[in-house]
């Protein structure tokens, strides 16, 4: 469906995309991961044929550079923080909706998928982030495009609306959309991708699935536990017996734990007669390099 | 390849965001005061005195359009493009089954239109009050006058849009279309005088380089259309009515039509480009 061959992408005297080269099947979630700068919106800005670039792409057989508006229309594509013109979404929608070729018919069903409809007379310049997410996923949809094209879509979001739009695109790829997103979120890659492309300072790191990406990238889930404070000596011995590295964070402690073994350090402190009052669990790279207190 | 269906699509989006624009909206009322205005203060009695009223109050238009449609169009022509890149508006069109001609052409046609329908406001009010006053002795080169504003309009639009084409920021761009403006309209007049005064420029010199700016080729060819010579521009219009006759106007015309078409054909090859081009390290 995606097919990419030495793209590389070079700004002046930098090279955003160097000799990359992916193929993406019909029916997959593929997250593009990497930090800032490792290239990921230069190669999704690649894919929709909005800049050139060396090497072949094509997208659903067609040629990204020779035909970039054909290989445009079969993407639905969402930014990271979609900007609009200052209509309200049902004349926003409209105008893509004409300018997609799609019958007026259509507009509805769509604002009703993203849960837009009560909001339709609202300016877009009144929305909040989340609904100008939903928005633009409305749009993307318009044209019942067989690849969506997400570029950090949750990155300005909320928990509980990055929720609900994870959700939303997890239904469109189990419905049969292909879909590639660009993320440095590992609870999203996890719950969304089926593939991930690590991207790093331009170049195509390796491919995983996503369950190995934390062992890969020498990242960790953290599981923060939290345990009264009369047993905090008790579970910090019973940590280190077992040979566990742990953070101390005020009343909860910061374990880091590997993909298939997320629970050992319940049952070590369950074995320890230690009461767990709650636990939950952190992408780790979010407290990698962070200051976090030990007691 | 074009889709004329994606630039009507754009270019009626471009069109209604115009004329809801607050500074389009002040200006068009401003422009079609003043134009009113100019043309109530003709007072007809006699014909010798109705001519020469009717030429006072077209003379006065044509100053008035002089001043006013480069600053309109050489503005909003900048900014209109300039805003949506810098706001973010551009990138997103752009991801859609659209192409950079189609975009660039619909936005020109649709701020074109906008101020087509300025222009033929002012005129229109205008041409009202000179008829009501039986003050319009030709309607046809009333007429023609509205046509080379349009085609001024046109030709600062197109710079305007040249302007947007390299400049990623509102202020820039409007920056550039004010100094623009002020070239044009007076600096570049100055230069010329100061010019001629220092060189002693020969007459056909002093010609070619006033008729280079498109405000002057407006202004030879509307005071030809309304007073049929150009005595009154001195030896420069002296000159050009005797060498070129009656092909002056057909040339102006062409003149006029060269800097509609150049400039925006520049913008279009430059818009373009730009895909391949990187400003500060991001591609827009």
Redesign the interface.
């Known amino acids: 469906m995606i097919v990419a061959n030495h793209l590389t992408k070079r700004y002046a005297k930098t090279t955003a995309l160097d000799d990359v080269t992916f193929t993406i099947e019909a029916g997959e979630s593929v997250a593009l991961w990497g930090e800032n700068g490792a290239g990921k919106t230069t190669a999704i800005r690649c894919l929709l044929g909005v800049q050139g670039f060396e090497g072949d792409l094509t997208v659903n057989g067609v040629s990204v550079r020779k035909a970039g508006k054909s290989a445009r229309a079969v993407i639905g594509y969402v930014p990271q923080e979609a900007k609009f013109y200052d209509l309200s979404i049902i004349e926003t929608v409209r105008f893509y909706a004409k300018l997609k070729r799609v019958a007026t018919t259509r507009i509805m069903p769509v604002l009703e998928q993203v849960q837009l409809t009560q909001h339709q007379y609202k300016r877009v310049s009144m929305l909040s982030g989340g609904m100008k997410q939903r928005l633009a996923l409305a749009i993307a949809l318009l044209a019942d495009p067989p690849i969506l094209i997400l570029d950090e879509p949750t990155a300005n979001l909320d928990v509980a609306a990055q929720r609900d739009f994870i959700r939303t695109i997890k239904i469109l790829n189990q419905a049969g959309k292909t879909v590639v997103f660009s993320s440095h979120r590992l609870d999203e890659v996890l719950v969304l991708a089926s593939r991930v492309l690590v991207l790093a300072g331009g170049k195509l790191s390796f491919e995983c699935l996503p369950h190995e990406l934390t062992d890969k990238l020498g990242l960790h889930r953290w599981l923060r536990i939290w345990v009264n404070p009369t047993h905090h000596q008790d579970m910090r011995q019973a940590l280190d017996e077992n040979g566990f590295r742990y953070q101390m964070n005020g009343h909860s402690v910061f374990v880091p734990v590997a993909g298939n073994e997320k629970g050992v350090p319940l049952w070590t402190l369950q074995q320890a007669n230690i009461p767990i009052e709650d636990f939950d669990f952190v992408s780790g790279e979010l407290l990698i390099g962070q200051d976090v207190n030990h007691d | ?1 074009i ?1 004329f269906r ?1 630039i009507r ?2 270019a009626g ?1 471009e069109l209604r ?1 115009s004329l809801r624009n607050r500074w389009f909206i002040v200006f068009t009322i401003a422009f079609a005061g003043l134009a009113l205005a100019l043309s109530g203060l003709s007072q007809p009695s006699g014909t010798q005195l109705q001519l020469a009223s009717y030429n006072r109050t077209a003379a006065s238009l044509v100053n008035l359009v002089l001043l006013f449609i480069p600053l309109i169009s050489l503005t909003i022509g900048a900014t209109n493009l300039a805003g949506d890149r810098e ?3 551009l ?2 069109l ?6 950079r001609v189609e975009v660039l052409l619909s936005k020109y046609i649709g701020v074109a239109g906008a101020l087509f329908t300025t222009l033929t406001f002012g005129f229109g009010l205008a041409g009202m009050v000179l008829a009501l006053q039986g003050n319009i002795q030709d309607a046809g080169g009333y007429l023609f006058t509205v046509i080379l504003a349009y085609l001024l309009a046109l030709a600062m639009l197109s710079l305007g849009f040249l302007i947007a084409t390299f400049s990623f920021r509102i202020a820039t761009a409007l920056g550039g279309a004010l100094f623009l403006w002020l070239f044009l309209v007076f600096i570049g007049d100055l230069g010329i005088m100061g010019t001629v005064i220092a060189t002693q420029m020969p007459v056909d010199a002093i010609f070619w380089v006033t008729v280079l700016n498109p405000l002057q080729m407006f202004k030879f060819s509307s005071i030809l259309t309304i007073q049929a010579n150009l005595d009154v521009l001195g030896p420069a219009g002296l000159y050009a009515t005797s060498q070129f006759g009656s092909s002056l106007l057909p040339l102006l015309l062409v003149g006029l039509l060269i800097w509609i078409v150049i400039p925006l054909g520049f913008a279009l090859f430059l818009f373009m480009r730009q ?2 081009l ?1 400003y500060k ?1 991001v ?1 827009k």
């Open positions: 390849m889709d994606n699509i754009i989006k965001d706001v973010g508006t990138t997103y752009l991801a859609q089954p659209v192409n895909e391949k990187v390290g591609a």
